[in-house]
């Protein structure tokens, strides 16, 4: 079988659809990076991001319609992903769970986008917040990307892509992240891959060979070739003063220290 071939299936039957996934992780960790990275592959298609799981109202009803209905970004992504703003309030209207939301939004994605595609995957990093429900898609996996609290406020606070964040806010957003995926990790030990962001950018290919063995994709390293990968730090631009990154580290000891970003 050619690499870039999707598997085969016995006689007769469709095609084996693999289960999708979701790159999860803070803000300002690395997700979209990823992602482009990630949609090189020739078998995976992503849209831009959706923001379904983010929100606490229920599905269906008016409030959630009129979120993901209005809200400028989504609407921005829609039309970068090349669905209109009719296309969605249909597959909206038919919809009656956001798993099944997401599913006829991605199955129209790749038709417009990467017909070719056989695996969708979504990056919202606030989909963290409803991690639990990301969790009841049984076959679903996970891919958490992870960077050091103190660069990722330190970019918060810099607000170049998002809105500005002091030191608390940032912190407890990190912070947040981490204990929701923490639980999702617990719960589906076997389904979530994680990579430090620091190690991503020190060995890109190795690290994406590591994540397509755990996707059960194949890997080829000219798919990503012309992809610039390089570690982006703000510990040299005194964004952050002293007491402002021991506040970071205090507030978010207990992830430090899970993945080894505690002071030497």
Same mark, same amino acid.
């Given at each position: 079988?050619?690499?870039?071939?999707?598997?085969?299936?016995?006689?007769?039957?469709?095609?084996?659809?693999?289960?999708?996934?979701?790159?999860?992780?803070?803000?300002?960790?690395?997700? @979209? +990076?990823? *992602?482009?990275?990630?949609?090189?592959?020739?078998?995976?298609?992503?849209?831009? /991001? @959706?923001?379904?799981?983010?929100?606490?109202?229920?599905?269906?009803?008016?409030?959630?319609?009129?979120?993901?209905?209005?809200?400028?970004?989504? *609407?921005?992504?829609?039309?970068?992903?090349?669905?209109?703003?009719?296309? &969605?309030?249909?597959?909206?209207?038919?919809?009656? @769970?956001?798993?099944?939301?997401?599913?006829?939004? +991605?199955?129209?994605?790749?038709?417009?986008?990467?017909?070719?595609?056989?695996?969708?995957? /979504?990056?919202?990093?606030?989909? #963290?917040?409803?991690?639990?429900?990301?969790?009841?898609?049984?076959? #679903?996996?996970?891919?958490?990307?992870?960077?050091?609290? #103190?660069?990722?406020?330190?970019?918060?606070?810099?607000?170049?892509? +998002?809105?500005? &964040?002091?030191?608390?806010?940032?912190?407890?957003?990190?912070?947040?992240?981490?204990?929701?995926?923490?639980?999702? *990790?617990?719960?589906?030990?076997?389904?979530?891959? /994680?990579?430090?962001?620091?190690? &991503?950018?020190?060995?890109? +290919?190795?690290?994406?060979?590591?994540?397509? /063995? &755990?996707?059960?994709?194949?890997?080829?390293?000219?798919?990503?070739?012309?992809?610039?990968?390089?570690?982006?730090?703000?510990?040299?631009?005194?964004?952050?003063?002293?007491?402002?990154? @021991?506040?970071?580290?205090?507030?978010?000891?207990?992830?430090?220290?899970?993945?080894?970003?505690?002071?030497?």
């Amino acid at each position: 079988m050619n690499a870039a071939e999707p598997p085969e299936s016995p006689a007769g039957s469709q095609p084996r659809r693999p289960a999708p996934f979701f790159v999860i992780g803070c803000v300002r960790s690395g997700t @979209t +990076m990823l *992602r482009n990275l990630l949609r090189c592959h020739p078998h995976l298609a992503c849209p831009e /991001e @959706t923001h379904f799981y983010r929100w606490p109202e229920p599905f269906g009803s008016a409030a959630y319609a009129r979120i993901v209905q209005t809200n400028p970004v989504l *609407r921005k992504h829609r039309e970068i992903d090349g669905i209109s703003e009719a296309e &969605f309030a249909d597959i909206l209207a038919k919809s009656t @769970t956001r798993r099944d939301l997401c599913d006829r939004y +991605m199955a129209l994605y790749i038709a417009k986008k990467k017909p070719g595609a056989t695996r969708w995957f /979504e990056k919202t990093p606030q989909n #963290v917040y409803g991690a639990g429900m990301l969790g009841d898609w049984k076959e #679903v996996r996970f891919v958490h990307i992870v960077r050091n609290p #103190v660069e990722v406020a330190a970019s918060l606070r810099l607000g170049k892509v +998002m809105n500005k &964040f002091e030191p608390l806010g940032a912190a407890n957003y990190w912070r947040e992240a981490i204990e929701n995926i923490t639980t999702l *990790r617990r719960a589906y030990p076997k389904r979530m891959h /994680e990579v430090r962001y620091e190690d &991503f950018t020190a060995d890109p +290919m190795g690290e994406l060979a590591k994540l397509c /063995e &755990f996707l059960e994709e194949p890997f080829d390293a000219s798919w990503f070739e012309g992809m610039a990968v390089k570690e982006v730090s703000h510990a040299d631009e005194s964004v952050l003063s002293p007491q402002e990154q @021991t506040l970071v580290r205090k507030l978010c000891q207990k992830g430090c220290k899970q993945y080894g970003y505690l002071p030497t």
